[in-house]
């Protein structure tokens, strides 16, 4: 029902930003809640950051609060992660889901799109 395709990740330098986009098809964009996850090797898949269907209320995980932003424009089907200060533990696979509500819980997002790798050097 819905397509998501993530782009905009990368290799870049400890302290360096990065943006990344998650554009969606499909059923009707502000239905949906959207979140963006992270999968590292070895580990599972967590959560990063998460915003309502209008836009209006986001949440973060610790450890990327203050440093990632994450926003959505409708009119464009997209929802972007603004990555600022980045770390070598933020080297992982990220991927766009979306979820009927604004939650952090994986178990609650349904659609997912195939990643794309983001990789910080130190």
């Known amino acids: 029902q819905v397509q998501l395709i993530e782009s905009g990740g990368g290799l870049v330098q400890a302290g360096s930003s990065l943006k990344l986009s998650c554009a969606a098809s499909?059923?009707?964009?502000?239905?949906?809640?959207m979140g963006w996850f992270r999968q590292a090797p070895g580990k599972e898949r967590e959560p990063v950051a998460a915003?309502?269907?209008?836009?209006?209320?986001?949440r973060y995980a610790d450890s990327v609060k203050g440093r990632f932003t994450i926003s959505r424009d409708n009119a464009k089907n997209t929802v972007y992660l603004q990555m600022n200060s980045l770390k070598p533990e933020d080297t992982a696979v990220y991927y766009c889901?979306?979820?009927?509500?604004?939650?952090?819980?994986?178990?609650?997002?349904?659609?997912w799109g195939q990643g794309t790798q983001v990789t910080v050097s130190s």
């Open positions: 889901a979306t979820a009927p509500l604004l939650t952090l819980d994986t178990r609650q997002y349904h659609y």
């Open positions: 499909g059923r009707i964009f502000t239905t949906y809640a």
């Open positions: 915003i309502s269907g209008t836009g209006i209320t986001t």
